[in-house]
């Protein structure tokens, strides 16, 4: 899967949120051949370690798998201590755990829209801030990167949450930009457009029909990949994107060009 090993993240540290499958994994994966210490963190602890210990099995850098459930602050300082404990610096935080559901705005239970903004924008800010204090702290700058969505600029039925969650996170991330722009700390978002993942499987199951409007609003006549992600959170995250901060960039195969 990580294709694209240019070496572009020697020795950087990279922590990533829901790294256990999806585009999370891809770019954990592809963090790692280009030369990253990758902290996978997922909500269950068994499988961050296998995709910690296959980073290992590649002879990529050395990689720590541990449990993070965003919503809890608790595991977030745990996670952050033994990266430090276990590496001495953070360079990279992408905040890529999120959920998607589905309901009408008049049928929207309030507890499911209170646990999506839960992991999906406090989650996002508890990490932000943990990673802020630690890069501001080591003085040698950083990067943030947050998975938003192309819902975030356009949007349709049933994504009030999760839109409305995701175009939350591109005014999150200008302010951390302006904020950690005297300290080097860069932040920007990606906007996916329909990325093959379970997630995906998931709103196609909710949304019928949608899987083929989606494809045929692409303009590449293809639905994204992990992979298609993972290379631009790579451009992002490495030097080659060093005068990029507080932007976004729409990754969508032209799906949401005017997004
Ligand atoms: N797949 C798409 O089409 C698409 C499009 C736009 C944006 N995105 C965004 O990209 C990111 C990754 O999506 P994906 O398609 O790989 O989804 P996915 O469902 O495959 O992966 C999401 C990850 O987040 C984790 N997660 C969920 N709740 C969590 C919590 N409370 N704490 C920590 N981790 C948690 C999951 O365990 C999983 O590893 C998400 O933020 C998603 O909103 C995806």
Redesign the pocket.
């Known amino acids: 899967m990580a294709s694209h090993a240019l070496n572009l993240l020697p020795g950087r540290v990279a922590l990533i ?9 891809a770019i954990a994966e592809t963090f790692a051949a280009n030369g990253a210490h990758v902290v996978v ?3 269950h602890p068994g499988p961050a370690q296998e995709v910690a210990d296959l980073i290992q099995r590649r002879g990529w850098p050395d990689a720590l798998g541990l449990p ?4 809890d602050p608790v595991q977030i300082e745990h996670v952050f201590t033994t990266t430090m404990v276990r590496f001495g610096r953070i360079d990279i935080l992408v905040n ?5 559901t589905g309901y009408p705005v008049a049928e929207f239970p309030l507890e499911a829209w209170r646990d999506l903004y839960r ?2 924008v406090e ?1 996002v800010f508890l990490c932000s801030q943990a990673a802020m204090r630690a890069m501001m702290a080591h003085g040698a700058g950083g990067v943030i990167l947050h ?5 975030a600029r356009a949007s349709g039925t049933k994504q009030a949450a ?1 839109a409305s969650s ?1 175009a939350a996170l591109l005014a999150f991330s200008r302010v951390l930009a302006v904020e950690g722009g005297p300290y080097g700390i860069r932040s920007n978002c990606i ?10 499987e ?2 196609f199951a909710t949304i019928p029909g949608i899987r083929e409007e989606l494809l045929g609003r692409t303009v590449l006549g293809k639905l ?1 990949n ?1 992979q298609d ?1 993972a290379n631009v959170a790579l451009f992002l995250a490495s030097d080659l994107g060093r005068h990029v901060t507080g932007e976004y960039v729409v990754v969508s195969g032209g799906e949401f060009m005017n997004a």
């Not at 949120?17 to 994994?25: D, H």
């Not at 890529?96 to 998607?100: L, Q, R, S, T, Y």
């Open positions: 949120t829901g790294g256990t499958r999806g585009i999370g994994r963190t997922g909500t993070l459930d965003v919503r890529n755990a999120g959920v998607h992991i999906n989650g998975m938003s969505s192309a819902a999760y995701k906007l996916p457009g329909a990325t093959e993942t379970d997630m995906l998931g709103v994204g992990v992600q």
